[in-house]
């Protein structure tokens, strides 16, 4: 069975350009996690979908930052205009049901911006 | 007080040691726990979850502290393999969202 799938894997960008990170959660899930992770501040939330419907953006940092699950199969995060401070790991999760606790986690996209 | 604080290490053993780390988690209201593993540049895995009684997966054994709010992960006859770094996890009660520790470092040499 395919884990969760990210694109792309790697990406350098200058700052101001727009950013697409994308996902496909493990078919049949129905969460899906977008992270964050630097030595910083670790492994962070910033927003979380049920069914496709976003139910915590707390963790979004700003309104730079916008993410969209169009069907159960698909999910993008956004960033624009990207900043040299948003170079992180991202990760996408997906989770089977509301009870289970076991997140998957996609390889991750190494964002580099110049 | 953040939310859930571990040593970032790293903890240096041989092969063969016992090591043992600690996290402690501020919210009293936390129901479930667990222990995450990190790999150098690579997603995290869940390694095993953490129950009130204490629990054990071969050489793993986790166990609760909910009087002074921490989790423990043991491991046995520690292997180069354990190198890696392992997450606390933390979910608190009425919400299904992963809080995460920064996570603590653990190189098994030779």
């Known amino acids: 069975d395919a884990g969760v799938i990210q694109s792309p894997r790697h990406e350098v960008t200058e700052m101001g350009q727009e950013v697409t990170l994308r996902c496909k959660p493990i078919?049949?899930?129905?969460?899906l996690f977008w992270y964050r992770q630097t030595m910083m501040r670790g492994l962070e939330l910033l927003i979380y979908f049920n069914n496709n419907v976003p139910i915590d953006d707390s963790g979004m940092p700003e309104d730079r930052f916008s993410a969209k699950m169009p069907n159960a199969s698909f999910s993008t995060l956004k960033i624009q205009p990207s900043e040299p401070r948003d170079s992180a790991v991202y990760f996408c999760?997906?989770?089977?049901?509301?009870?289970?606790?076991?997140?998957?986690f996609g390889p991750g996209t190494r964002l580099t911006v110049t | 007080r953040k939310e859930v604080e571990q040593d970032p290490g790293p903890f240096n053993v041989p092969e063969g040691a016992t090591v043992a780390f600690n996290c402690t988690y501020s919210?009293?209201?936390?129901?479930?726990f667990f222990w995450y593993r990190q790999d150098c540049r690579k997603e995290p895995k869940l390694l095993m979850s953490v129950y009130s009684s204490g629990n054990e997966d071969g050489r793993f054994t986790a166990q609760l502290n909910r009087a002074s709010q921490y989790i423990s992960l043991l491991i046995r006859d520690s292997k180069l393999s354990d190198s890696a770094t392992y997450l606390c996890?933390?979910?608190?009660?009425?919400?299904?969202?992963?809080?995460f520790g920064k996570g603590t470092m653990l190189l098994v040499s030779p």
């Open positions: 999760a997906s989770r089977a049901g509301t009870g289970g606790y076991e997140q998957y």
């Open positions: 919210n009293s209201a936390s129901q479930s």
């Open positions: 996890v933390v979910i608190r009660g009425g919400y299904s969202t992963l809080t």
């Open positions: 078919s049949g899930h129905n969460s």
